[in-house]
C-alpha cells in the first residue's frame, strides 16, 4: 500500500468519525427530546384523567340521589331492600336480591351497600338458593338482626325440603341469637318440625324476635307423623304458665293451619298483633289432622293480654262452646255438647279483621270476647253456596240455635267500621246484632261473585241494589258517622228520600262513592232546601223562618271513582245550594240563635238533620219539646218510620256518650233535647258548611274543564282525571 492510500484511509477515518460524532450529538438531543414530550404527554393524560373525573363528578351531580351523604344513601337502600321484599314476599321466583342490584350501580353505591350491614341482614330463601349466598349475606350484615324468609318451592320433594331445612338450620346454628323476623312456608308438617323444635328448646334464646311466621302452605295438612303437636292442645297442658324470660319480646304471630299451642308459653304472652288462617274444612276431624275448636281459641286469647290486633283470614273455628248459664249449673247433663265458658275479655284489643266468615259467626264471636277497647271492625262476609257443602260445624249441629247468646252485643267503642258482604239477605244483616252508636267512619262495599258471563264486563259494574240502612245495622241512626264510603251499589229512586240514607248521618263531613250507579238518587237530595221555624219560649206568636238544607249540613268533601253516570249539573246545584253566591250579592241566612227565643212555643223539633214543623205542610225546623228520635220526613212519605225500642244497652251507651257528638241529639233517643242543643242544630241546618273537597276519577261524563269550574263557586281543592 502506497503512502496516498495511507492517507486517504486516515482521511475517509476522520469524517466518518466526524459525521459519528454529529450523529450522537444528535441523538442524545432526539432523545432528550423524546423524553421531554413523553413527560409533556404523560402531563396531558394526568390532566385529562382529571378533567374527565371531574365531568363525571358534574354529571353525576345532575342526579338529585347524589347529592345525599353516604349515611342517608345507607338509609335509603335499607328502605328499598325492605319495601322490595315485602312486596314479592310470597313470589316463589323472586327476581335478583335488590341488595346485590344496588352493589351493580356504581362504585360507590357499592361502597356504600358493603358498608350498611341491615342491607345484607334481610335473607330470602324463595325457589333455588345455596349455601353459600346465605354465608355471604350473614358475613356481611355483621351483628346486625335478621329477617329470615324461607318458602318452599313446588316441586320440591319431602326429602328435598327437609335437607334444605337441615341445612339451612345448620348454617344459621350460631346467628339464631340475631333473629328479629321469621317468616316460614313449608308443604308438609314434617318439614317445619324442625323450626318449632327449635323454639322450644329452652337451651336458646332470642333476644331480638319480634315477629313470626309458620305456614303449612299444603291445605288440610296431616301430623300423623309429627309427634307431639297435637298432643300438646290438651287443656291440661294449656292451663300451666311457666315464667317468661326477660329477653321474650314476640309481638306478631302468624299460624296457618298448625296448632294453636305450637310454641311456648313466653312466645305468646307479650303478643300484640295475631294472625290465623285456618280455611274452614268439609270432613269431620280425625287424629291426623287439626280443627281449630272455639274452647281453644278462647283459652288462647286469655293467655295474650296485651293483644291489640286480631286478624281471622278465611277462618271459622268450630262453636263448641256456649256462654254459661246460672240456671242450669246444678244440672251437668244439661247441653253437655257444648262447653260453658264465659267471654274472655281482651282490655287492649283495638282492631278485629275477619274475612270470609258466615253470616252467623259475626254475632257468635263477638259474643266471646269482650273488648272494652275496640275501635276497628272489618268484616268480610261470605254468603254460604247452596251449590256446595258447607263447612263442618262440629258439635254445634243447628248452628247457634243451642248456643245462649245476647240479643244485642253493644259496641259503643267501634269507632270505624268495614263490612263487605253481598246481596244475600243473611249477609245484609249479619251486623243486625251490633250496635255501633259511636262510629265514626263507615265503609260498605258489595262483593258479588261475578258469573262467566259477568266476566266479560268491567269488574267495577255495581251489580247490587243498596239495601234499606235498617236492614244493616241494629239502629241505623249513626248520629256520630262523619266519613262514609259506599262501593259497587247502585242507587234507584227510593233512595232519593231523605230517610232512605243519608238522613240518617246528620253529623257527615266526607261521602266517598265507588264504582256506582244510580249516584243521582243518592246524592240528589243533597241540594234540597227546607224552611226553618224558629220557636219561642215566651209565649209570643212570632216565628222566624230561614232556608237550609235537608241531610248533612256539615258535609265538606265529595268524591266519586268509576260511577259511569255522574254528571256535572247535579255537582253544580249541590255547590250552588251548599256555598250560596261567593260574590256575596245573597244576603247571609240569619242566624237562628239570634231568635231562637222569638218562635213559635208550638214547634217541634224533628231528628237528626230532616226539618218538619207545623206550617208548610211539615217542613220547617222544630226545636220545642219532642225528642230526637227517628229520622223525620222533610216532605210526607208513604212509609212511616217508628221509633226502634231501645234496650237497656242502647239507654246507658247513648246517655253516657251524649258528649261525644257534636250533633245536637246526643240526650239520645227518648229524651227532649235541651234548648242549646236545638239551636246548636238548627244554626248547622240554616248555615251548611260549603263544600271545599271534591274528587273525581274515571267518571266519563264529567270533564276536567267543568270540574275546574265548581272552583268559581268556593270549591277550593278539586281533583279530576277527566279529559278537557
Known amino acids: 500500500m502506497s503512502k496516498r492510500d495511507f492517507v486517504a484511509i486516515e482521511n475517509d477515518v476522520l469524517v466518518i468519525q466526524a459525521k459519528l460524532e454529529v450523529l450522537r450529538t444528535q441523538a442524545t438531543q432526539y432523545t432528550t427530546l423524546i423524553s421531554q414530550l413523553q413527560d409533556m404527554k404523560l402531563s396531558v393524560t394526568e390532566e385529562m384523567q382529571a378533567l374527565e373525573q371531574r365531568l363525571r363528578d358534574l354529571e353525576a351531580l345532575r342526579i338529585p340521589i347524589n347529592w345525599l351523604p353516604n349515611e342517608l344513601l345507607g338509609t335509603i337502600f335499607l328502605y328499598c331492600v325492605e319495601q322490595e321484599l315485602s312486596s314479592n314476599a310470597t313470589s316463589i321466583h323472586p327476581s335478583t336480591d335488590i341488595s346485590v ?29 345455596n ?58 308438617s314434617e318439614a317445619i318440625a324442625p323450626f318449632i323444635q327449635l323454639f322450644n328448646d329452652t337451651q336458646r334464646t332470642f333476644t331480638d324476635l319480634d315477629d313470626i311466621s309458620l305456614s303449612i302452605i299444603t291445605p288440610n295438612p296431616q301430623f300423623s307423623a309429627v309427634d307431639g303437636l297435637l298432643r300438646n292442645q290438651l287443656p291440661a297442658a294449656q292451663h300451666y304458665k311457666p315464667p317468661i324470660p326477660s329477653w321474650s319480646r314476640l309481638s306478631h304471630l302468624k299460624l296457618e293451619e298448625l296448632p294453636l299451642f305450637t310454641l311456648p308459653y313466653h312466645f305468646i304472652a307479650k303478643l300484640a298483633s295475631l294472625e290465623l288462617i285456618y280455611p274452614p274444612k268439609k270432613e269431620r276431624p280425625s287424629r291426623a289432622h287439626y280443627f281449630l275448636k272455639m274452647s281453644t281459641f278462647l283459652h288462647f286469647l286469655s293467655l295474650t293480654p296485651l293483644l291489640e290486633e286480631l286478624t281471622l283470614n278465611n277462618t271459622i273455628p268450630i262453636f263448641d262452646v256456649t256462654l254459661p248459664d246460672e240456671n242450669q249449673r246444678s244440672d251437668p247433663a244439661s247441653n253437655s255438647a257444648l262447653l260453658p265458658t264465659p267471654p274472655v275479655k281482651l282490655t287492649r284489643l283495638k282492631a278485629i279483621n275477619w274475612t270470609f266468615p258466615l253470616p252467623g259467626d259475626v254475632h257468635q264471636l263477638m259474643s266471646f270476647i269482650d273488648c272494652p277497647a275496640l275501635e276497628k271492625l272489618d ?74 258471563k259477568d266476566d266479560k264486563t268491567s269488574p267495577r259494574s255495581p251489580i247490587t241494589t243498596f239495601p234499606r240502612i235498617e236492614f244493616i245495622f241494629h239502629d241505623p241512626r249513626l248520629f256520630c258517622l262523619t266519613n262514609l264510603t259506599l262501593s259497587h251499589f247502585q242507587f234507584n229512586k227510593d233512595h232519593q228520600r231523605p230517610e232512605a240514607i243519608l238522613g240518617y248521618i246528620p253529623a257527615l263531613i266526607s261521602l266517598s262513592l265507588e264504582s256506582c250507579l244510580g249516584v243521582e238518587n243518592l246524592i240528589k237530595v243533597l241540594e234540597e232546601r227546607c224552611t226553618l221555624n224558629l220557636p219561642t219560649t215566651n209565649g209570643v206568636s212570632r216565628a222566624g223562618r230561614v232556608g237550609g238544607v235537608k241531610v248533612c249540613p256539615r258535609l265538606e268533601a265529595l ?39 222569638e218562635g213559635d212555643p208550638h214547634a217541634e223539633l224533628g231528628p237528626i238533620g230532616t226539618i218538619t214543623g207545623p206550617e208548610h205542610g211539615g217542613k220547617g225546623l222544630n226545636l220545642g219539646t219532642s225528642s230526637v228520635a227517628e229520622p223525620a220526613l222533610s216532605t210526607p212519605s208513604p212509609r212511616k218510620i217508628k221509633p226502634l225500642r231501645k234496650s237497656v244497652h242502647q239507654t246507658s251507651a247513648s246517655g253516657g256518650r251524649a258528649g261525644s257528638c257534636e250533633v245536637g241529639v246526643g240526650a239520645g233517643a227518648g229524651r227532649r233535647p235541651s234548648l242549646e242543643a236545638a239551636r246548636l242544630v238548627a244554626h248547622e241546618v ?10 273525581i276519577h274515571q267518571c266519563p261524563l264529567v270533564h276536567l274543564g267543568d270540574a275546574l269550574s265548581l272552583q268559581d263557586l268556593g270549591v277550593t281543592d278539586i281533583v279530576c282525571d277527566g279529559n278537557e
Not at 686 to 695: A, N
Request: hydrophobic share 35%; with cysteine; charged share 25%.
Open 379 to 452: 268484616v268480610w262476609v261470605e254468603a254460604p253456596n247452596p251449590k256446595e257443602e258447607g263447612p263442618w260445624r262440629g258439635l254445634d249441629l243447628s248452628y247457634g240455635t243451642r248456643m245462649k247468646l245476647p240479643m244485642v252485643i253493644d259496641c259503643s267503642p267501634v269507632r270505624d267500621l268495614s263490612f263487605q258482604f253481598s246481596t244475600d239477605d243473611s249477609t245484609v244483616s249479619s251486623l243486625r246484632k251490633l250496635y255501633f252508636p259511636g262510629l265514626e267512619s263507615l265503609e260498605l262495599m258489595s262483593v258479588d261473585r261475578c258469573t262467566e
Open 101 to 129: 342490584s344496588l352493589t351493580h350501580v356504581n362504585q360507590r353505591w357499592r361502597a356504600v351497600a358493603l358498608s350498611t350491614p341491615r342491607v345484607w341482614s334481610f335473607i330470602h330463601l324463595r325457589g333455588r338458593w
Open 559 to 597: 268524591s266519586f271513582w268509576g260511577c259511569d253516570d255522574l254528571a256535572i249539573g247535579l255537582l253544580l246545584k249541590i255547590v250552588l245550594t251548599r256555598n250560596g253566591d261567593v260574590s256575596g250579592r245573597n244576603s247571609e241566612p240569619e242566624n237562628p240563635s239570634r231568635r231562637i227565643h
Open 131 to 188: 349455601l353459600e349466598r346465605v354465608r355471604i349475606f350473614l358475613s356481611r350484615s355483621q351483628s346486625s338482626p335478621l329477617d329470615i324468609h324461607y318458602r318452599s318451592a313446588p316441586n320440591l320433594s319431602l326429602s328435598e325440603e327437609k335437607e334444605r331445612v337441615s341445612s339451612l338450620i345448620g348454617a344459621l346454628e350460631t346467628e339464631w341469637h340475631r333473629l328479629k323476623r321469621f317468616n316460614v312456608s313449608t308443604k308438609t
Open 686 to 695: 240554616s248555615q251548611p258548611s260549603p263544600i271545599l273537597y271534591i274528587r
